[in-house]
């Protein structure tokens, strides 16, 4: 495995890849890497004759300055995970690579970026779908793996890759959980013991309310419901928990197309997300 | 040479071109062609394998709707020029197929979009920026050739690709012109007699001010006497006739580093506009 800083090197490997037919993958991630991620990795792996998994810590998505400096920077721990799942090429760059003096662009999507995470991160998706087009001219990858675990995020990047025709697949993978139910997330390391004791109840609310909503209970009510519960669980803020149709990320009134339940909260400090299907 | 309708075709040309190690130039293009647009053709074909040739009157960059509704459309005439350049793709897709129903992202470039003609026309640049994003994805060039007579857009252009790591060379080509001086322009088409005899001005009196500014006459005085020498001209408006800076197009207070005269101007009810270095 190749760790490489810039954009001129990783055109030359993928370069000689692409002249010798060879279908590459990126695995774009932020690093403090967990089996979620590694998920990711061996779906890329499997997929793909070449994998390019990127790092990079991008300050252009953090709305909270604050956020963006306490997020875990594991280098070391990254690469040796990824060397042992035969990764090609670990990607890393430092942010004047990324924004060298005078970037002056980025790409907005409407529609998908409004709710949710959108109205809570304000400019969030701006950054994510500005750095992820980036990602994919630096790699010009055949197909880029994003977990479901960033529910609203995979919609914002198929948005962007239909609408800007840029020449990827967009694969979403399964979200991992730990034993408990809880989706893996580098947050997760954020966690006190008790908070971390608390924390799976946010999946176990979650999948007991889409089952009522499945079994014919009111939506609102029932959403109202788990708002509560979540908050006896030991959450102090629940931000959404909400039905929306799969693609849109509309209210949704009924099941009768493709909904998902998705759900912001706030336990020991530590903002979780996590989606499921209804 | 195909004349080809779908994205989905294109792409599947495109594939062969690439799998057989084929470089791919692209030429952007809203038809109504001249020998300026055949000068770019002519630069691709030297340049590269293969020669894709778009025409698309994108609506998304005409601030105006009875600017765009007045566009020439010349398919078959466009066509039997490019036939005899030897273009290998002749890609004219319809609105619909460019813009499908739920299209929502849009490319924004900051800074260089903001003077000129960002300023005239609100909007344009953003129109211009997305629908070269996309049409770059489409085809997936190697190289593509944009000519300097709209020299705005062509630094637009550049600042896109260079900020979004967009895999293509942009070739910036030397501006073709009439035997008297006039800029080749579709818009040319539309000039009265009268008005078209006395068009040439317009760069003549262009030449003559960057002379007199290359020769040391004050700056502002130069372009406030050549904006009265166009109106005296038969000039009706004078948008905007300045310095800039070649890059960033910022006003210019000298000519230490590359600038250039760029102007915008009416005449019978036509829009010119023309930019030449000092």
Redesign the interface.
């Known amino acids: 495995m190749q760790i490489l800083r810039t ?1 001129a090197e990783l ?1 030359t490997r993928v370069r000689g890849w ?2 010798d ?1 060879r279908q590459v993958g990126v695995v774009p991630t932020m690093g403090a890497l967990h089996e979620g991620h590694m998920s990711l990795v061996r779906a890329a792996r499997r997929g793909c004759d070449r994998v390019i998994v990127t790092i990079f810590v991008n300050p252009m998505q953090f709305n909270n300055p604050d956020d963006l400096s306490k997020y875990p920077r594991t280098e070391d721990a990254d690469a040796a995970l990824l060397f042992r799942e035969g990764v090609d090429i670990l990607f890393a760059p430092g942010p004047d690579e990324v924004y060298p003096q ?11 970026t409004a709710p949710l995470e959108g109205e809570m991160r304000p400019g969030h998706f701006e950054g994510v ?2 750095v992820v ?3 994919f ?2 790699t ?1 990858a055949d197909r880029a793996y994003f977990g479901q675990k960033d529910w609203q995020q995979l919609q914002v990047v198929r ?2 890759v ?6 990827v697949e967009v694969v979403g993978c399964e979200t991992i959980r730990e034993a408990d139910g809880l989706a893996m997330s580098s947050r997760n390391a954020r966690l006190d013991p008790l908070s971390r004791a608390q924390a799976p109840a946010l999946h176990r609310i979650m999948v007991k309310t889409a089952a009522q909503i499945r079994g014919g209970s009111e939506i609102a009510a029932s959403l109202a419901q788990a708002r509560d519960d979540l908050r006896q669980a030991g959450f102090t803020e629940v931000e959404y928990l909400d039905l929306r149709t799969a693609a849109m990320l509309e209210p949704a009134t009924g099941i009768e197309q493709p909904v998902r339940l998705l759900a912001a909260a706030w336990i020991g400090g530590v903002r979780l997300i996590d989606n499921i299907p209804v």
């Open positions: 954009v055109r692409k002249q037919g005078g970037f002056d662009s980025r790409v907005l999507v409407g529609g998908v779908a500005t087009a980036k990602l001219g630096m010009q948005r962007m239909t609408d800007l025709n840029i020449p």
